[in-house]
Each structure stands twice: as structure tokens, then as C-alpha cells.
């Protein structure tokens, strides 16, 4: 178990649909990232924040946006899904602020657009 | 833009045998070079990783190398064992103090250790 919570676990939703995604950090770690898998794109990276604030950005749609609450669990919302959004979404965590990189992911949410 | 490229993306070993995973960046101010391993219905998990400015690191029986002059890096697995299969993805990250962080990952191998 590496401490980081993702729910839910599975979502069925249909295409032009809004979902959020929600991640628990390591009690302690201060950054969250978010990454999307699929089969034919492996381990995409699409945003980091740390404490609150947006900190690094990869490849994240515009219809994707994200956020780290004052509590530190973070939320992915995808909004006006597509079919090719279909993939497991993964939260990371890591203590952050430049002290320690290594990164502990959940078991990831796994989206299927219909 | 910043890639990783690893190679292979199927690598088949019998049990005991050694298995090496290849990767190539192209960022030169990567830093950070972490190995993922993720079995099936997991996230992946950090199982080694190395900075810039050491060549090797071994943890029993995995060693990681890295040549930045070559922006190479490789995973090797000696006496190999079943629960190693799983998929292996290499990564690359461009660290900077105050928190800004992005790792980009290879797109993985998968290793089937055959009993």
C-alpha cells in the first residue's frame, strides 16, 4: 500500500460528460501529480501541484483542470469527455519543495467513456 | 520536446537468467532518473533510481546505470524470478528546487520471467 488513496475506482460515463477524480496524498507529502495511462500513450504526465499551487504542467487538455485543496487531497475534473479519454488515471504523491522527488502512486482510477 | 525512449517493449528471460531495459532521454537537464515496476491492476512502484551525478547504483539484485554524456540509461535484473514479471518503465525528470517537478516516462517493457 503506498498511502496514496484514489476514488472511485472505476467510472462508466457517457461521451459530453463531467467527472471528477479524487486523490489522497502520503500523509506528509505536500505535491500531487496526475498522469493518464493508456494503452497506446503509456504514463502521460499532466499536472503537478505542490501545497495548493500549480507548480509543473505536461500534456493536460484544456478540458482538464485540476486542483489541491488547503487539506492537500487534489481533484482531476474532465469535462465534456470523449472517447478516447477512456484510461486509468493515476495520482502520485511526494513530500515535494525540492527535498525528496520519489513518487508514490495510488492504484489509479480507471475512466471508461461510453 | 522532452521524450524517453526505452527499449524493449517485450522482454521474455527464463527464471535465473539476467534481463537489461534500455532507455534513452533527450532533455539534458534531467537530473533524476527513477525505474517503475507495475503489476497488473496496480500503480507503479518505485523500486530504484539515480541522480546525475552517479554513474551506477546497485540494490541486490538490481543495478541501474547511467551514462550522460550518451543520455543513456539502462535496468539490469540478475538471477531473475518469477514475481519479477511485471511492467518496467524508466523516467526522466527535470528537478528544481521549490517543487517544480515533471517526470516523463518511457513507454514501459513488459517482462515475463518463464519458470
Known amino acids: 500500500d503506498s498511502g496514496v488513496t484514489q476514488t472511485p475506482k472505476h467510472l462508466i460515463t457517457a461521451t459530453g460528460q463531467r467527472v471528477t477524480l479524487r486523490c489522497s496524498p502520503r500523509?506528509?507529502?505536500?505535491?500531487v501529480y496526475w498522469y493518464q495511462q493508456s494503452l497506446d500513450q503509456g504514463l502521460q504526465f499532466l499536472i503537478q501541484?505542490?501545497?495548493?499551487?500549480?507548480?509543473a504542467k505536461g500534456n493536460i487538455l484544456e478540458r482538464f483542470s485540476a486542483q489541491q485543496f488547503p487539506d492537500l487531497h487534489s481533484e482531476l475534473n474532465l469535462s465534456s469527455l470523449e472517447l478516447g479519454d477512456s484510461a486509468l488515471y493515476f495520482c502520485?504523491?511526494?513530500?515535494?519543495?525540492?527535498?525528496?522527488?520519489?513518487?508514490?502512486f495510488g492504484s489509479g482510477t480507471q475512466l471508461s467513456v461510453l | 520536446g522532452e521524450n524517453v525512449e526505452q527499449h524493449p517493449s517485450t522482454l521474455s528471460v527464463q527464471e535465473g537468467d539476467s534481463a537489461v531495459i534500455k532507455c534513452t532521454y533527450s532533455?539534458?537537464?534531467?537530473?533524476?532518473f527513477p525505474w517503475y515496476k507495475q503489476e497488473l491492476g496496480k500503480g507503479p512502484q518505485l523500486i530504484i533510481d539515480?541522480?546525475?551525478?552517479?554513474g551506477e547504483k546497485k540494490d541486490q539484485r538490481i543495478a541501474v546505470t547511467l551514462n550522460k554524456t550518451a543520455k543513456h540509461f539502462s535496468l539490469h535484473i540478475t538471477e531473475t524470478q518469477p514475481e519479477d514479471s511485471a511492467v518496467y518503465f524508466c523516467?526522466?525528470?527535470?528537478?528544481?528546487?521549490?517543487?517544480?517537478?515533471?517526470?516523463?516516462f518511457g513507454a514501459g517493457t513488459r517482462l515475463f520471467v518463464k519458470a
Open positions: 502520485a504523491s511526494s513530500v515535494g519543495g525540492g527535498t525528496n522527488e520519489k513518487l508514490f
Open positions: 500523509s506528509g507529502d505536500l505535491s
Open positions: 501541484y505542490y501545497n495548493g499551487e500549480e507548480r
Open positions: 532533455d539534458s537537464a534531467s537530473n533524476y
Open positions: 539515480i541522480r546525475s551525478n552517479v
Open positions: 523516467a526522466a525528470s527535470d528537478f528544481k528546487y521549490g517543487g517544480g517537478f515533471k517526470t516523463i
